[in-house]
Structures are given as C-alpha cells and as structure tokens.
C-alpha cells in the first residue's frame, strides 16, 4: 500500500497516521518531523536551511523536499508500502512524484474547517524523539505533559503560535489545496474523510474507506 494522506494544519495527519502505519505495517513518512529532526541537529546543514522558514509557517523549497522523499523512498523498509504525510505538497512536488513512475494508491483527504484548527494546534503537545502527538483535552497524556512511554518531556511546536497558525491555513489554501483537483484530474484514488469528531471514530472510517 502506498498512501497519502493530505489536509490542513492540524486536521489530524500524523494523528490517524500513527494508527495507520501499524494497522498496515508500513512506515509513516512525515516531512514534517523528518525536517525537525534537522533542525534540531546543530550539525545538519539542511536543518540550518529550514530552521527560519518553518518557525515563519512558510514551505520550505519544492527541490529539497523532492530529494529528502526520494532518498528516502529507496530505503528497504518501503519495500512492502509507505505513508506520506505531508507531501506531496505543492503542484510542482506532485508532478515529481507521479514523474518519478511511483504508483500511489490511494490518497486520504482529511477535512476539517479553519474554525476548529487553532484550537487543536495551539493545544497540541508532542515527544520530539517518537514524533507521538498529544492534545491537552482532546487527548491528553496519562501524566501532564509526560510522554506516555518514555515518560519524557513534550513541547509544543514553535510554528503551533496563532499566527503562524493562521499563515500555514493561508499557505496550504493557497499551495496545497489545489493538489485535490490535481489528483481528481489525474485519476488518483482520492477519498474525503471528515476530520472532526472523535479519534477512533475517524480511524474507522479510513479503515473502511481502504
Ligand atoms: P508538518 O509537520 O507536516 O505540519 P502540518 O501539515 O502543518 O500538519 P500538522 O503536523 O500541524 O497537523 P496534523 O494534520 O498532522 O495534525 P495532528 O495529528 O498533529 O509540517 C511543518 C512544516 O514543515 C511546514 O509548515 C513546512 O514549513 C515544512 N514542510 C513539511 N512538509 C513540507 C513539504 N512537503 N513541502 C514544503 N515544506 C514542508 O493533530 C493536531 C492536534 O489535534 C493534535 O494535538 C491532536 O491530538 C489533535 N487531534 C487530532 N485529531 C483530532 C480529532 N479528531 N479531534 C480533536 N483533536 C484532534
């Protein structure tokens, strides 16, 4: 299987996929945290590139994120399938992807109004390490702002402020949207999954939409 799953900010991505690469025993692809991970290596020359652009919300460079998915891409445990989440993301890195042969089937919209976004995101927490995602009401860990496994610290992202919220709904609006016409055009398998209501409720509704 190899899936992508697209939506704005905060519409529950990294959420639904944490379940889904292990009910399908494939890894998730997360751009996202693959370019925190840079960042937070002082010594990565790419996270010092990207540092600025994702704490301003902005996309980083279609031509850096090709290559990061391509390299990636090749490793042996993709063999069997992968997840994407969060590319492709522009036009241009949806054209590279269906240049480069790599047969997608299926692509999981995940929709969810701007009204509900904020909330969510400006409550999330995260274990940097594992990439596990929490929301301090929607879905909290077992003890404050511990990590449920490691018992470590969580953070809250820098890009998680309102208005960088509000300029990442403007950029995937502006640049991201655009892809669903693209993959409808295209003849992709697309499917929309409502995005608001409770976690494993979603879960189930992807399961059947597979
Ligand atoms: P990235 O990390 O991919 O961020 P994003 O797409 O903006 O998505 P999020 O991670 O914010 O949200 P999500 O949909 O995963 O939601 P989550 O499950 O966490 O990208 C960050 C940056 O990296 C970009 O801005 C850009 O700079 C750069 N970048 C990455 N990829 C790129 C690319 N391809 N090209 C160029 N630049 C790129 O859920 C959110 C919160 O809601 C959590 O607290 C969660 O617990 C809660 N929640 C989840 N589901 C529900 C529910 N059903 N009900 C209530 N709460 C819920």
Redesign the pocket.
């Known amino acids: 299987m190899r899936i992508i799953l697209l939506?704005p900010?905060?519409?529950?991505?990294?959420?639904q996929a944490e379940f889904l690469s292990e009910y399908l025993n494939i890894p998730r692809i997360?751009?996202?945290?693959m370019?925190r991970a840079a960042v937070h290596d002082d010594t990565n020359t790419i996270g010092h590139a990207v540092r600025t652009?994702?704490a301003e919300?902005?996309?980083?460079p279609d031509e850096l994120?090709i290559q990061l998915i391509e390299d990636r891409i090749q490793n042996e445990d993709c063999r069997k399938g992968f997840l994407l989440?969060?590319?492709?993301?522009?036009l241009f890195?949806a054209e590279a992807l269906e240049k480069s042969g790599i047969a997608i089937d299926k692509v999981i919209q995940i929709y969810v109004p701007d009204s509900e976004i904020i909330q969510?995101?400006s409550?999330?927490r995260i274990h940097e390490p594992s990439g596990r995602?929490?929301?301090i009401k929607?879905?909290p860990p077992k003890k404050d702002e511990l990590d449920d496994i490691t018992h470590e610290p969580l953070i809250q992202r820098e890009?998680d402020k309102e208005e960088t919220i509000k300029k990442?709904l403007q950029v995937y609006h502006h640049q991201t949207e655009p892809l669903i016409q693209w993959f409808q055009q295209y003849n992709y398998s697309l499917v929309r999954v409502e995005?608001?209501?409770?976690?494993d409720k979603?879960q189930e509704n992807i399961r059947s939409v597979l």
Do not use: C, E, W
Not at 85 to 90: A, L, S
């Open positions: 939506g900010p905060g519409a529950g991505k990294g959420t997360s751009t996202g945290d370019l652009i994702m919300g902005r996309l980083v994120m989440d969060g590319f492709p993301r522009t890195q969510r995101l409550g999330r995602i929490y929301h929607n879905n890009d990442r995005g608001v209501g409770k976690v979603i």
